[in-house]
T-cell receptor, first 113, second 114 residues
Framework: EDQVTQSPEALRLQEGESSSLNCSYT??????LFWYRQDPGKGPEFLFT???AGEEKEKERLKATLTKKESFLHITAPKPEDSATYLC??????????????FGGGTRLMVKP | NAGVMQNPRHLVRRRGQEARLRCSPM?????VYWYRQLPEEGLKFMVY????????ESGMPKERFSAEFPKEGPSILRIQQVVRGDSAAYFC????????????FGSGTRLTVV
């Protein structure tokens, strides 16, 4: 069974204090790893897709990296508006499994000014 | 170009009533997915549909839950005889050709069973 574990569950940072969020996964065959941002009362908003170990993607203050067992979401010099829950999800190789995502529990990030 | 539209945003039902959740996918998207987010839990896959077809319902509870995506109109997630444990946020997502082409999520329907 595919599993995704995110850590820490919650993270408090001061504005400008860089840090990383972890996503560990177990999947029979990885087709893709996805990062989403979710604000309270809203649906998840797509950030990145990573497909192979060694791949990196960046967007503003966020950079996502991927290894064979985990992914990191690095946040550089965060601002209060980066406060949200960050979700990691995996897509497994397979027929029907290829069209569903298995999500982790999320990391709730709070950035204080 | 409107995003994925879900309605209602909030739904209150008494135990034993039926809940109907609607999802209109983004224009041009023919694939619809339903996920459930229970309090303090992650998003869990429920069902994947294309027009007039259920492709994968492996995440749907065996009883009381059903989903459809008719040729015309929105996708409907129906929960019959709701119980308190059904209280959750239900999210719909759509994509043009499967998840590789990117999911877009709606804002969800928050179901409260009293």
């Amino acid at each position: 069974e595919d599993q995704v574990t995110q850590s820490p569950e919650a993270l408090r940072l001061q504005e400008g204090e860089s840090s990383s969020l972890n996503c560990s996964y177990t999947v029979s065959g990885l087709r893709g790893l996805f990062w989403y941002r979710q604000d309270p009362g809203k649906g998840p908003e797509f950030l990145f897709t990573l497909y192979s170990a060694g791949e990196e993607k960046e967007k503003e203050r966020l950079k996502a990296t991927l290894t064979k067992k985990e992914s990191f979401l690095h946040i550089t010099a965060p601002k209060p508006e980066d406060s949200a829950t960050y979700l990691c999800a995996v897509q497994a190789v397979g027929n029907n499994a290829g069209n569903m995502l298995t999500f982790g529990g999320g990391t709730r990030l709070m950035v204080k000014p | 170009n409107a995003g994925v539209m879900q309605n209602p945003r909030h739904l209150v039902r008494r135990r034993g009533q039926e809940a109907r959740l609607r999802c209109s996918p983004m224009k041009g998207h023919s694939h619809v997915y339903w996920y459930r987010q229970l309090p303090e839990e992650g998003l869990k896959f429920m069902v994947y549909l294309q027009k007039e077809n259920i492709i994968d319902e492996s995440g749907m509870p065996k009883e009381r839950f059903s989903a459809e995506f008719p040729k015309e109109g929105p996708s409907i997630l129906r929960i019959q005889q709701v119980v308190r444990g059904d209280s959750a946020a239900y999210f719909c997502a759509s994509s043009p050709q499967g998840v590789n082409y990117g999911y877009t999520f709606g804002s969800g329907t928050r179901l409260t069973v009293v």
